[in-house]
């Protein structure tokens, strides 16, 4: 956790008061004491610091410690800087992807239902906000940012790539992730600091050939981290790595 971070209806009169992994945290890593300053914000606002007031330490070590600090948020936070529109992995893998997308600034995540993603997905508890928000939260502590991504489903890729595409981003430079197949050309992307960015990325066993001209249809250039074929994990981190650099988002 490089910032501690408070939903909004924890700080009362610039006050917050918190205990369990953010107390343990801040007492074990930081080494907490009275008059201490922290990073500290607000989930969704700004960031800034925040001074230890008090610290109560339970009677049972079994327990968290109950820390209080008086927060100065007047800062912004970085923004996000890219949108993922991504063909779901296993709920397992999903749950180690998603701290980490918020880490790297991604906005809005939509996860779509391509032809290889197992269908069981839908049903996975892992969609159910109140499981997979602490998890972006976590992201945006380690990244030491705010602004929480958003995260959509979409079971019928070809309607949504057709009908809401356009709409949601009618200016963004896009592109999609496919390995390369020694065969063709893959485009890279132009630098642009002045565009949105949207990415696709496909499912464990890639875009099938149709979902790939689809996109292509709708303005996506190919992009590549050559011809091994990633895991949707490592191959979703390693080219939202790479393309901060392309777009000098680091």
């Known amino acids: 956790m490089n910032r501690i971070l408070f939903e909004k209806d924890e700080i009362v009169d610039g006050i917050a008061t918190f205990g369990g992994e953010r107390a343990e945290h801040v007492m074990n890593v930081l080494h907490g004491e009275v008059g201490q300053v922290l990073k500290t914000g607000e989930i969704g606002g700004f960031i800034g610091t925040g001074v230890i007031t008090g610290i109560t330490r339970p009677p049972s070590s079994v327990s968290s410690p109950e ?11 970085l923004r996000p800087w890219v949108d993922l529109i991504l063909a779901p992995p296993r709920p397992r893998v999903m749950k180690r992807l998603l701290p980490q997308l918020a880490t ?3 906005g809005r995540i939509f ?18 906000p109140e499981n997979y928000r ?5 992201g945006l502590m380690q990244a030491g940012t705010s602004i929480l991504p958003t995260l959509e489903t979409r079971r019928n890729f070809r309607k949504f790539v057709k009908e809401e595409l356009d709409t949601l981003w009618p200016e963004a430079k896009r592109i999609v992730a496919h390995p390369y197949d020694g065969n063709r050309t ?3 992307p132009e630098r642009s600091n002045n565009r949105a960015i949207l990415l696709a990325v496909g499912p464990e066993g890639g875009w099938t050939d149709e979902e790939v001209t689809l996109l292509e249809e709708h303005g996506f250039a190919r992009y590549s981290l050559g011809s091994r074929i990633l895991r949707t994990d490592t191959a979703t981190i390693a080219l939202l790595a790479q393309l901060m650099k392309e777009f000098d988002q680091c």
């Open 67 to 77: 820390i209080t600090v008086a927060c100065s948020h007047d800062k912004r936070s």
């Open 134 to 138: 602490p998890l972006l939260v976590d």
């Open 104 to 106: 790297m600034g991604v």
């Open 186 to 188: 893959i485009e890279q």
């Open 111 to 128: 996860l779509v239902g391509a032809k290889k993603v197992e269908k069981d997905f839908w049903g996975a508890t892992l969609l159910k």
